[in-house]
């Protein structure tokens, strides 16, 4: 029996728990704040989806946030506002997402990978897994790890020369205002709800696979992550290593999850590092281990962290709303008509190359049903 007493004793530890700068307690918040907000998300487009598919138009409102799962559109995105200066109307909160993405690895490493991606926290518990079936952490053999590394580097050196070096404007712009790439979303969630046999063994492959292999599409195959490795480089902050007053207990290498031979280094220089900050967390000295923009100076504080890293996002959505460049140009009458006719060949893809199609008269007949009037819902 719980006594009041007891109940006091906890409330207070928690509470005190919250005032102490503990980094993991923060980092845990701001991962279930953001896995609420992608979860929410997803609810609300599937009620979307769903009411376009009954043949009305959505009483709800399409949330933006889901182009974050459009990472090719994005990087097209951005592709085309850097040659043209223009913000793609049609998914423009993908190229949003992506650049507050691109800033948080400039400022924070990659921040984003441990303490904003839901598949980060998916893979920190499939690697509780691994250490509860394998007793211990194993890491992979040194000439194993290096070339499986390099094959994430190898599928964005595939994107960037496919869409940076060999797509020019018209093409971009082809692409963006094509049939398929405006129901790139819907298809994406298509692809989940009615998963082919094929694709699910894939995914059971790749769950199996970062269990046995700690971080294994993290480490191996997320071009995304490799993007934010590469951009890390040039944060201006570093985990670094007091030298001085460090016991050398190797605490920090053990629960390292990425394998990072911290307490060999004086500052942490890896496209690997996450910025979760474990090792900071077990170190026994104090300000033995930090995370900071130069040694021993201008040390970042745990809170610190936790609330930039939320105001990058929060504040790239406000801009995003506030400039017009948040919600898509294509009204619900014609998501309305693409959901009616998603079977149509120009609204496939092959390997990736999007139908011919004639862009002029595609985008008249768009702006025509864009101004129609409301149609009348569907008798059952």
């Given at each position: 029996m719980i006594t009041r007493k007891n109940e006091t004793k906890a409330s207070g530890s928690f509470i005190n728990r919250l005032r102490?700068?503990?980094?993991?307690?923060?980092r845990k918040v701001v991962q279930y704040l953001f896995l609420a907000t992608v979860?929410?998300?997803?609810?609300?487009?599937?009620i979307?989806?769903?009411?376009?598919?009954?043949?009305?138009?959505?009483?709800?409102?399409?949330?933006?946030?889901?182009?974050?799962?459009?990472?090719?559109?994005?990087?097209?995105?951005?592709?085309?506002?850097?040659?043209?200066?223009?913000?793609?109307?049609?998914?423009?909160?993908?190229?949003?997402?992506?650049?507050?993405?691109?800033?948080?690895?400039?400022?924070?490493?990659?921040?984003?990978c441990s303490w904003v991606c839901p598949f980060g926290l998916l893979t920190e518990y499939l690697?509780?897994?691994?250490k509860l079936i394998f007793r211990k952490n194993i890491q992979v053999p040194a000439l194993l790890d290096y070339p499986l590394r390099s094959l994430k580097y190898l599928l964005l050196a595939f994107f960037l020369w496919a869409i940076v070096l060999n797509m020019?404007?018209?093409?971009?712009?082809?692409?963006?205002?094509?049939?398929?790439?405006?129901?790139?979303?819907?298809?994406?969630?298509?692809?989940?709800?009615?998963?082919?046999?094929?694709?699910?063994?894939?995914?059971?492959?790749?769950?199996?696979?970062?269990?046995?292999?700690?971080?294994f599409w993290c480490r191996y195959l997320c071009p995304y992550g490799a993007l934010l490795g590469i951009l890390s480089f040039i944060s201006i902050l570093k985990v670094h290593r007091n030298t001085d007053t460090c016991t050398n207990c190797q605490k920090c290498t053990r629960t390292c999850p990425v394998d990072i031979k911290v307490h060999k280094t004086a500052r942490v220089i890896s496209d690997e590092c996450h910025a979760c900050l474990q090792c900071v967390t077990?170190?026994?000295?104090?300000?033995?281990?930090?995370?900071?923009?130069?040694?021993?100076?201008?040390?970042?504080?745990?809170?610190?962290?936790?609330?930039?890293?939320?105001?990058?996002?929060?504040?790239?959505?406000?801009?995003?709303?506030?400039?017009?460049?948040?919600?898509?140009?294509?009204?619900?009458?014609?998501?309305?008509?693409?959901?009616?006719?998603?079977?149509?060949?120009f609204y496939q893809h092959n390997r990736g190359r999007v139908p011919d199609y004639d862009q002029a008269a595609w985008l008249r007949m768009m702006k025509r049903i864009r101004a129609a009037q409301k149609p009348k819902p569907r008798t059952r």
């Open positions: 102490q700068p503990d980094i993991q307690l923060y979860g929410l998300i997803g609810i609300k487009f599937t979307f989806v769903s009411q376009l598919e009954s043949g009305t138009l959505p009483t709800v409102t399409r949330p933006p946030g889901i182009e974050a799962f459009l990472p090719i559109s994005s990087l097209i995105s951005l592709k085309y506002w850097l040659v043209t200066g223009i913000i793609n109307p049609i998914h423009p909160s993908g190229l949003i997402i992506l650049l507050m993405a691109l800033v948080t690895a400039v400022l924070l490493k990659r921040g984003f690697n509780r897994l691994h020019n404007a018209a093409a971009l712009e082809y692409f963006i205002y094509s049939p398929y790439n405006m129901v790139a979303d819907i298809k994406m969630l298509y692809f989940f709800a009615d998963i082919t046999p094929f694709a699910f063994w894939v995914l059971v492959a790749l769950v199996v696979l970062s269990i046995v292999l700690r971080n077990v170190c026994p000295e104090k300000e033995t281990l930090y995370l900071s923009a130069a040694r021993r100076n201008a040390i970042l504080k745990p809170l610190a962290y936790a609330v930039i890293v939320c105001l990058l996002f929060v504040g790239g959505s406000l801009v995003g709303r506030l400039t017009g460049n948040w919600q898509t140009v294509i009204s619900n009458n014609e998501y309305l008509f693409h959901v009616q006719n998603l079977d149509m060949p």
